[in-house]
């Protein structure tokens, strides 16, 4: 029983330290409040899907971005999408970037919009670091027979 | 002495005698010659006659006897043996002949006996047809005679189209040969046929107003039988050959329209009155039954309602309004229940001068319904139906509670109700109060006095009807002090976002609420789903390439009444102002700023379902 408890600690912590720096907001929280018995992966299925998402537009981003005369319409549209999808989960560093993005595609500025790639993916992988620890963290405490803690 | 071979005759007599007897037996002979001319002239000119080879009989027999009695006077002189010779010939000739046809009378006379008798059984079998067709008549007089009205009321005021109608109308109710109207002309002292059944344009044929029988008709509402010979029935050519149908005439009052005083009602004396004449066809055995006059007087009577301009000319203003929680389908016969209306509301129009009118329609509750007016109405309520009351209230000249009684009573008049009929009988709010009563409801006038103005007062049960509908929107907040719902069961809504993160997000946060949630990431797919079943419908507004204003508006289409369709709130990530104008415009009635948190949700909910209608400042 200890360990169960002190597995739900650090997940708390974790969780605690996830958003004060800015990783997630509380929107995420909202997640998981939605989360009951009668939809027990909720936040889960919800976080895959935007993994599988947002891997798919950040491909999309690069091939945009390398042609010889870019597309700034498709760029901001990928962009938008992003952002929608990182908001709706409250993974706000990368939703900010986004923003940021969305800037420089207006202004149809190449350089800015590269930079903003890279920032966006380099935001994507350490959102998706967290969240992974984060579940696995959760999968401990569940296989040890506790409860996740709200 | 010489022997001449004659005969003399049986007696020498008086000569005087002798004289009177030849003159009498050529006047007989010159008879008896005649008649069969006279036989044959007129059984030539008719037809019909059925036995002429016994007038062939009759004709030889009286030709014999003729010249029997031709002979005769040879006879009354010397005469020689051939004269008698011929003349018993002929005696005997005629003997012969007349045993046999007084042999054949025997048979004859009784058969044309008979034929006379037939003659009359046929008159008494066709006034007994008459008869039956009159009733079958009645049966569809009072259908024909309302509907000729309403049609009337509810096409263009035309006058000269609708008193031709009236004629024709009436001419193929009552199958006449022929129907006129003469029309006073403008000095008033002539009338002037202005409109007839056959002819397309008659002659403007005047005939002076003074006339006894003219006068007679004038002088009464009734409609009046006047004889063929009238001027004013003399209208077209003996179209028999026997006898001219029977002939009414009844008065037609009519507006003086020339000096129409709008705020002066024109006084009875004053009246003027057009001839309306009407002719049964020649040669039947049709007669003019009661209730075939009572049609024609209540047609007459009511053709001026259908000439006067009225609201137009006089400034009255009529306002509705209907009460909220009128169902907006009913069940129920609707013709009448427009001519009700019209009825009604005609009614309220033709006795203010000036001033207001005021119609207002609501469902009548058990306690109103139990009214003082109708102490044995007693409505039952159900599920399936409703009592719809309808109250016309005027500022007219109203009526003394004394004559409300005897309103919806046909052809009642009264001193006061003269002046309020102006002419006319009453037989609209008879027929009003028939439908009323057939629709399971009550009908009656309430007014304090004269000049207090009125208020006519109908309830009728009317249907609800089986609607799908009826389990559109189950969701008001329960009776409880929280006035924010915190479960919506089985809501049916239908999420539109074509982010499938935040898709699955905004359908997780339905589905924690308790609703029944379908999701669509394009505008096609979701107008292809959109169905009545959907109570709410969230549309992403800001996808990219998509305007969700149009996408709002397309749904909206394809409902044909916006309480069927469902409720749309946009969600848009977007902080930009939009007014709200814009979005009630096309049919949006909430806005959510994403991303939307399970109370936020919760709430948008509350109070789009209850208010139809949240809008959110950022």
């Not at chain 2, 006047?226 to 050959?241: D, E």
């Not at chain 2, 599920?383 to 009351?389: A, G, I, V």
């Not at chain 2, 935040?502 to 394009?522: A, E, P, Y």
């Not at chain 2, 998509?546 to 977007?574: C, M, S």
């Amino acid at each position: 029983m200890d360990g169960v408890v002190q597995l739900q600690r650090q997940l708390l912590d974790y969780t605690a330290l996830l958003f004060q720096e800015g990783f997630l907001n509380d929107q995420f929280t909202q997640l998981q409040q939605l989360q009951d018995e009668t939809n027990p992966d909720f936040v889960v299925e919800v976080v895959s899907l935007f993994f599988e998402d947002s891997e798919r537009l950040l491909n999309e981003l690069a091939n945009t971005l390398d042609q010889q005369s870019i597309d700034f319409r498709k760029v901001d549209s990928h962009v938008h999408q992003l952002k929608g999808s990182s908001s709706s989960i409250g993974a706000q560093r990368v939703q900010n970037v986004c923003i940021a993005f969305r800037n420089f595609c207006d202004a149809q500025n190449t350089e800015g919009c590269l930079k903003c790639l890279q920032q966006v993916k380099n935001e994507y992988s350490l959102v998706k670091n967290k969240l992974e620890t984060l579940f696995k963290l959760e999968q401990q405490i569940l296989a040890a027979g506790g409860s996740i803690p709200m | 002495m010489e022997s001449c071979n004659c005969i003399d005759p049986p007696w020498p007599g008086d000569e005087l005698l002798m004289k009177y007897q030849y003159i009498s037996d050529f006047f007989i002979a010159l008879a008896y010659f005649s008649i069969p001319l006279e036989l044959i002239y007129f059984v030539k000119k008719s037809a019909v006659f059925p036995y002429r080879w016994v007038l062939v009989q009759f004709g030889a027999f009286i030709v014999l006897c003729g010249a029997t009695h031709l002979i005769n006077l040879w006879t009354f002189g010397m005469h020689s043996r051939n004269v008698e010779v011929v003349m018993t010939t002929a005696k005997v000739l005629t003997a012969v002949v007349s045993c046999v046809t007084a042999l054949m009378l025997v048979h004859i006379i009784p058969d044309l006996l008979s034929v006379k008798s037939r003659e009359l059984f046929l008159k008494n079998k066709a006034a007994e047809l008459d008869r039956e067709m009159g009733l079958i008549r009645t049966q569809e007089e009072t259908g024909r005679h309302v509907r000729m009205l309403t049609h009337e009321i509810r096409s263009t005021l035309d006058r000269h189209t609708i008193l031709k109608t009236t004629l024709i109308e009436l001419g193929r109710t009552l199958s006449l040969e022929e129907c006129a109207l003469w029309m006073p002309t403008r000095t008033g002292l002539e009338l002037q046929l202005s409109y007839t059944l056959r002819q397309q344009n008659p002659v403007g044929f005047t005939i002076p107003i003074q006339h006894p029988v003219i006068n007679q008709v004038f002088s009464s509402n009734r409609a009046v039988k006047i004889s063929p010979n009238c001027p004013v029935a003399r209208l077209r050519p003996l179209a028999g050959k026997y006898m001219p149908g029977e002939v009414v005439a009844v008065r037609v009052p009519l507006l003086h329209l020339s000096n129409f005083q709008i705020n002066d009602w024109p006084e009875l004396s004053t009246k003027r009155y057009a001839l309306m004449v009407l002719m049964l066809p020649s040669d039947s055995a049709r007669q003019w039954h009661v209730h075939e006059l009572e049609l024609v007087e209540v047609v007459a009577d009511q053709v001026l309602n259908l000439i006067k301009p009225i609201a137009s000319v006089k400034k009255l203003f009529i306002s509705s309004s209907l009460a909220p929680d009128l169902p907006e389908f009913a069940v129920g016969d609707e013709n009448r229940l427009m001519q009700i209306m019209l009825n009604v509301v005609g009614n309220a129009v033709k006795f203010s001068n000036e001033g207001n009118i005021s119609i207002i329609a609501f469902i009548a509750k058990s306690e109103s319904l139990r009214d003082s007016h109708a102490p044995d109405f007693f409505p039952v309520h159900s599920d399936n139906h409703f009592y719809l009351r309808v109250q016309v209230k005027d500022s007219g000249s109203g009526i003394d509670p004394q004559d409300i009684s005897k309103l919806f009573t046909k052809f009642a008049q009264s001193q006061s109700l003269a002046a309020r009929n102006s002419g006319g009988s009453g037989l609209g709010l008879a027929i009003c109060k028939r439908f009323v009563n057939l629709m399971g409801g009550h009908i009656w006038i309430e007014s304090e006095g004269l000049g207090k103005g009125s208020t006519a007062v109908f309830i009728v049960k009317l249907g609800i009807p089986e609607c799908s509908n009826e389990s559109k929107l189950p969701f008001f907040p329960n009776v409880s002090a929280n006035h924010c719902q915190t479960n919506f069961p089985g809501l049916k809504v239908l999420v539109m976002d074509d982010n499938g993160v935040s898709r699955s997000v905004t359908k997780g946060l339905l589905v924690h609420l308790g609703c029944d949630v379908t999701t669509v990431s394009s505008a096609d797919d979701c107008l292809r789903v959109v169905s009545q079943e959907h109570n709410v419908v969230f549309l992403d507004v800001c996808m990219p390439g998509v305007d969700g204003y149009e996408v709002a508006i397309r749904i909206h289409e394809k409902f044909t009444k916006r309480r069927q369709g469902p409720l749309l709130v946009a969600l848009t990530g977007n902080t930009d102002r939009v007014t709200k104008e814009n979005y009630l415009r096309v049919g949006i009635n909430g806005v959510v700023l994403k991303p939307v948190s399970v109370d936020k949700m919760r709430s948008v909910l509350s109070e789009v379902l209850e208010h139809r209608f949240l809008f959110e400042t950022c």
